[in-house]
Structures are given as C-alpha cells and as structure tokens.
C-alpha cells in the first residue's frame, strides 16, 4: 500500500513550457485535491474531485486543468508554464465524505524560470 | 470559503516546556478541525483532528480544544522534544470537503 505517488519530484520548466505533474492513490479514496504551497505559507487548493468523472475549481485555478478518468489517478496540468507558479504542489486524497482525513503525497517541487 | 487564521507564526520554545498554537476560523458550518505536521522538505501529515460534536481530544502529549461558539481550536503540545521542531498547520473544513489551511507555526524546540 503505497499511499499517494506523486511524479516527478523535482522539475525545472522554461517559461511558456507544459507539463503534467502525477498523482496517483491505491487506497480507493473517492475524493482527491491538488494544492500548491509557497514559500513560508499555507496549502492552497488549486482544484478538487469527488470521483471518476467529477472535477471543480479551489481558490487558485488559473493556469491550471486537471482530469479523472479513473477513482486511482488525477494528474495535473500546467499550460503556459509562468514564474508565478514555481511552487511545492500537493497531491491528496480522502474517503467519501465529510470530516475524513487527507492524506497528502510527497509533493513536486517545481520552478519555472 | 473558509477563513482559517493562525497564530502565532513562529514560536521558541525550551526543551520541556509546551507550546500552544490557535486557530480561528469564519464559517459557523465548519465541523471538521485536523492539524498536520510539516518537517521541512516533507509531506503534511496528520497528527490529530477533532470534530465539532466534542471539545476537547487528547493523544500522549497533543491535546486539540474547539470553542465552537467563538470560532476558534487550539493545538497545545506537552513536554516538548526536538522531534517537535517542524510547521505546524491548523485546517478547518468547509462545503462538506475541502480543507482551508492557515498559514502555519513554524516551532522551535531548543535544547
């Protein structure tokens, strides 16, 4: 039971460049997030699914896109890459339901330049 | 969505003594309060939460309390140790959810 995988680790893009970051959960969890964290703050959510399917916008979604097309994966994507969006991205998941703990992956940490 | 403010955002403490972060939030729907765990260059992990139906939870040295009425939930770490050293983030739940996450303490234990 690995938990959630995120991929890669660490990337360096230019600006204007896309890329995909991964995340994958083998615990069934129906819900999964993305966050990014900056340096010194908190975790944003950048968007969210309830399951297979089903995916809605956080408090950060601009210049980012997301997809679920399986309850186990639910990769991110950066059009456009811009400075602005070198950050630590989070990945998570959690079962159905309220008050259910997340559980985060390792984070990508991303810088564009 | 929810406002979650934390405080304070660093914190030095002696090996032994405690540490007491606290939280507030704006959503009254709110009924879900975790708090994680950060070391540097790690993942969040969950060391405690508590839900809106007690007022208190307890595990060895962390305690969480919720004062639901003012809106606020404090995490209080006993007995110190260096392992304590890390981010310490409050989050409280809003739309049945989604998590919002203060800015975080960043705890000092000296030895």
């Known amino acids: 039971n690995a938990g959630v995988t995120q991929t890669p680790k660490f990337r360096i893009l230019k600006i204007g460049q896309s890329m995909t970051l991964q995340c994958t959960q083998d615990m069934n969890h129906n819900y999964m997030y993305w966050y990014r964290q900056d340096p010194g703050m908190g975790l944003k959510l950048i968007y969210y699914s309830v399951g297979a399917g089903i995916t809605d916008k956080g408090e950060v979604p601009n210049g980012y896109n997301v997809s679920r097309s399986t309850t186990e994966d639910f990769p991110l994507r950066l059009e456009l890459a811009a400075p602005s969006q070198t950050s630590v991205y989070f990945c998570a998941s959690s079962y159905l339901g309220q008050d259910q703990p997340q559980h985060f992956g390792d984070g990508t940490r991303l810088s564009i330049l | 969505g929810e406002n979650v403010e934390q405080h304070p955002s660093t914190l030095s403490v002696q090996e032994g003594d405690s540490a007491v972060i606290k939280c507030t939030y704006s959503?009254?729907?709110?009924?879900?309060f975790p708090w994680y765990k950060q070391e540097l260059g790690k993942r969040p992990q969950l060391i405690i939460d508590?839900?809106?139906?007690?007022g208190e939870k307890k595990d060895q040295r962390i305690a969480v309390t919720l004062n639901k009425t003012a809106k606020h939930f404090s995490l209080h770490i006993t007995e110190t140790q260096p392992e304590d050293s890390a981010v310490y983030f409050c989050a409280a739940i809003y739309n049945d959810y989604k998590l919002s996450f203060g800015a975080g303490t960043t705890v000092t234990v000296r030895a």
């Open positions: 508590i839900r809106s139906n007690v």
């Open positions: 959503d009254s729907a709110s009924n879900y």
